[in-house]
């Protein structure tokens, strides 16, 4: 089938839900810290989310179905653009049920790791903390606020650019030969629906483009 979603919108028939974030698969999710311009920290998995550059190394992450004038914008857009800056944790399979507790809206006071049973650490060089359970993270500085076009209901998307500028990873995820260890790490990602899917040993296989070398005799991670 073919459809115009500015014609039919994002669940025409047979489709029971809004098609479209099952079709972008699997997203890497964005555990997103932030810290409001009073110190309260903000934590919430976003799948609108992906690096976009290694030199600089950027990523992207995109807060949605902000209403104006309806829904309080959310604080993982509001405190970046107080304080300019971020934290990307990778979410883990030990991790997602810790994870998908910090989607919900808390009080603006609340101290969201501790309700969740997350330890924060400190960062290097931004204020908002790190989640010290997981086992990448990456300190970031807003770059730029792409504001994308409004759909008809009005709800507002901003995707949020930053660089890289402190990188994190825990020392047993590197192996022996100087590599980041992709079976010990087991990400998650982000499928449609409720369905989420984890990156295991025996489906991690290598291919080489033509003449590209770079890594071959490297490449034993365990
Ligand atoms: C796995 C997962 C992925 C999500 N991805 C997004 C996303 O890409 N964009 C978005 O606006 N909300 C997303 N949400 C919902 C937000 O995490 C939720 O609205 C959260 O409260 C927003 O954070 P904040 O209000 O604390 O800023 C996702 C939720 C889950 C569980």
Redesign the pocket.
């Known amino acids: 089938m073919y459809f115009d979603p500015s014609e039919v919108g994002m669940a025409p028939a047979p489709f029971k839900h809004t098609v479209f974030n099952a079709l972008v698969v699997p997203?890497p999710?964005?555990w997103?810290t932030?810290m409001s311009a009073d110190g309260v920290v903000?934590?919430?998995?976003?799948?609108?989310?992906n690096a976009i550059s290694a030199a600089p190394p950027c990523v992207i992450?995109?807060?949605?179905?902000?209403k104006p004038g309806v829904d309080?914008p959310?604080?993982?857009?509001?405190?970046v653009e107080a304080t300019g800056e971020f934290v990307y944790n990778m979410?883990t399979h030990d991790l997602r049920e810790k994870?998908?507790l910090?989607?919900?809206?808390?009080p603006r006071s609340a101290d969201?790791f501790a309700d969740v049973g997350l330890e924060a650490a400190p960062c290097e060089q931004v204020k908002p903390p790190r989640v010290k359970e997981s086992p990448i993270a990456l300190e970031c500085r807003h770059v730029q606020f792409v504001p994308l076009p409004a759909p008809e209901d009005g709800a507002a998307?901003t995707a949020v650019i930053g660089q890289v500028v402190g990188i994190h990873i825990a020392d047993d995820v590197i192996t022996e030969d100087g590599l980041v260890d992709m079976k010990k790490l087991r990400p998650l990602a982000?499928l449609g629906y409720y369905d989420?899917a984890v990156i295991e040993a025996e489906q991690i296989f290598s291919m080489q483009a033509p003449g590209d070398d770079r890594f071959a005799t490297e490449n034993k991670s365990s």
């Not at 992450?61 to 902000?66: G, I, L, V």
């Open positions: 997203r999710i964005g997103i932030t903000n934590l919430a998995p976003f799948s609108f989310f992450y995109c807060p949605s179905y902000f309080a959310e604080p993982s857009l509001v405190n979410c994870m998908v910090t989607t919900r809206q808390s969201e998307a982000r989420f």
